[in-house]
């Protein structure tokens, strides 16, 4: 995936337009409220983006490629899977 996230169903014109990172987005998630978009990548990051500013809310730096992210329903739970196995 490139840094441009979601489109329109109903158009497929683009919704966001995230900064160029160090590697590919493996995974984007939108938070069950709508408020973030978490994202995974390639570049050993995690990032949760708000919505409505798309400004960076939270980078976590890891030691391994992450390739899957999620956050709980109440958004106060971040979980993330990297290649070496770690959750």
Known sequence: LDPKIG?????????RNYPARGGPIRSARVSADGERIITCSEDQQVRVYSTRTEAPLLV???THRVFAGALSPDGRTLAALSEDGFL
Do not use: E, P, W, Y
């Not at 489109?7 to 919704?15: V, Y």
């Open 60 to 62: 976590l730096d890891t």
């Open 7 to 15: 489109s329109n169903a109903g158009n497929g014109t683009l919704i």
